[in-house]
T-cell receptor, first 111, second 116 residues
Framework: EDQVTQSPEALRLQEGESSSLNCSYT??????LFWYRQDPGKGPEFLFT???AGEEKEKERLKATLTKKESFLHITAPKPEDSATYLC????????????FGTGTQLKVEL | GAVVSQHPSWVICKSGTSVKIECRSLDFQATTMFWYRQFPKQSLMLMAT?????????EQGVEKDKFLINHASLTLSTLTVTSAHPEDSSFYIC????????????FGPGTRLTVL
């Protein structure tokens, strides 16, 4: 059974204080790892898809990396508008279309 | 811009009534749509996969007769919560992979259901 564990559960940063969020996963075969941002009361907003170990993707202050066991979402010089819950999900080769989500990291960036 | 829309964004109903939630794909034809449920402080859980013109595929533990899914057109899938009870109160979200058999799913804005 696919499993996704995210840490920390919550993270409070000062504006400009860079940090990383962790997503550890267990799958029989990885078809894709996904990062989403979710604001309160809203649906998840797509950020990145990663497919193989060593792959990296960047978007503004965010950078996602992937190894065979985990993924990191690096946030460089965050701003208050980066405050949200960041969700990690995996799709396995044997899981069809199913996405398995972690419980997310709730990030708050303060001035 | 938005890929998927949902209606209503929130609904409050009495216990025992049925509620229908619509999920529409915008500017493209979605052969497949997915329905998720999210309880407070918990992760999204896939309920069912909706395929246009055929029966939905439900995840283990999801009651087919309680959560009725209809995908009658390439732009609309509906989820009907029948005989709703307070424990059905949750955030329901649909998604689609843009009909390209791609891996990435794009989510709608969600529907908050509260059953009194």
């Amino acid at each position: 059974e696919d499993q996704v564990t995210q840490s920390p559960e919550a993270l409070r940063l000062q504006e400009g204080e860079s940090s990383s969020l962790n997503c550890s996963y267990t799958v029989s075969g990885l078809r894709g790892l996904f990062w989403y941002r979710q604001d309160p009361g809203k649906g998840p907003e797509f950020l990145f898809t990663l497919y193989s170990a060593g792959e990296e993707k960047e978007k503004e202050r965010l950078k996602a990396t992937l190894t065979k066991k985990e993924s990191f979402l690096h946030i460089t010089a965050p701003k208050p508008e980066d405050s949200a819950t960041y969700l990690c999900a995996v799709r396995s080769t044997g899981g069809g279309n199913k996405l398995t989500f972690g419980t997310g990291t709730q990030l708050k960036v303060e001035l | 811009g938005a890929v998927v829309s949902q209606h209503p964004s929130w609904v409050i109903c009495k216990s025992g009534t049925s509620v229908k939630i619509e999920c529409r794909s915008l500017d493209f034809q979605a052969t497949t749509m997915f329905w998720y449920r999210q309880f407070p402080k918990q992760s999204l859980m896939l309920m069912a996969t909706s395929n246009e013109g055929s029966k939905a595929t439900y995840e283990q533990g999801v009651e087919k007769d309680k959560f009725l899914i209809n995908h009658a057109s390439l732009t609309l899938s509906t989820l009907t919560v029948t005989s709703a009870h307070p424990e059905d109160s949750s955030f329901y979200i649909c998604s689609t992979d843009l009909g390209q058999a791609a891996d990435t799913q794009y989510f709608g804005p969600g529907t908050r259901l509260t059953v009194l």
